[in-house]
């Protein structure tokens, strides 16, 4: 059985064992109040509703679980090919084309450089617009992990500030992350496969890791070619290869 259809397997089985568990836990809930003639009814039946949200709440988690990675197993289905790179894309090209976009120098040291930008969702979003955050970090060096601790602190810390004192609530979150190889192993497949794309009712987060290989002059990275989970991922793959041409 492939993955597309293994996910659609675990989506089915949840979801109607959770259909199941609302209608057994109903039936006992009425059967209760006819026939238990009581004190106890209205406990039991209290029990039973609330013991039914904390299920429901699990279920939900489990059922965002098999969607999220469902949007993965398409991307991997779909991923793009290879993408030849001029000798003149580098980080510093690449920072050059993400600030002639708009982004600003956010932080930087030795290490990596952080660019940000955030936009009213006017594209997409025609009623209740927030914002989206557009993230690019741009690693110096080959054994850096393209996720950083620093990272994910100067994000909360945005995202808490425009909630807090510019009243812009971010609820789209799009991160590219790049970093030169000069050796493709697997290791660094790995690390830049190391995706995420989660979509939820309120909120959109989208992670993509770009090596940078040195010879041949190749952009690596797992970002389907059509396939769209969401509106967003196009923005944030289009944003992508705008910063590579």
Do not use: C
Request: proline residues 2%.
């Amino acid at each position: 059985m492939d993955a597309k259809k293994t996910d659609h397997k675990q989506f089915l089985i949840t979801y109607i064992s959770y259909i199941l568990l609302i209608i057994a836990t109903l039936t006992v809930a009425i059967l209760s109040y006819i026939y238990i003639q009581s004190q106890w009814t209205y406990l039991i039946i209290f029990s039973l509703l609330f013991l039914l949200v904390i299920i429901s709440y699990r279920f939900k988690k489990r059922l965002y679980l098999i969607i999220h990675q469902s949007y993965l197993t398409n991307i991997r289905a779909d991923v793009i090919e290879p993408l030849e790179l001029t000798p003149a894309v580098d980080m510093i090209y690449i920072q050059r084309r993400l600030l002639k976009e708009g982004f600003k120098l956010h932080y930087t040291d030795q290490q990596y450089v952080v660019l940000t930008k955030i936009e009213k969702d006017d594209q997409i979003r025609k009623v209740f617009q927030h914002y989206i955050l557009y993230v690019a970090v741009l690693l110096f060096h080959e054994e850096s992990s393209f996720y950083q601790g620093k990272v994910d602190q100067l994000i909360n810390q945005i995202q808490y500030d425009s909630q807090t004192q510019d009243k812009k609530r971010i609820d789209r979150l799009l991160i590219t992350q790049y970093k030169p190889i000069k050796t493709f192993n697997d290791k660094a497949k790995d690390a830049i496969n190391e995706i995420i794309f989660i979509k939820t009712d309120r909120h959109i987060v989208s992670t993509i890791n770009v090596g940078l290989f040195e010879s041949p002059k190749l952009a690596l990275m797992l970002m389907s070619k059509t396939y769209q989970p969401s509106s967003y991922y196009d923005l944030h793959r289009k944003l992508i290869l705008t910063s590579l041409q």
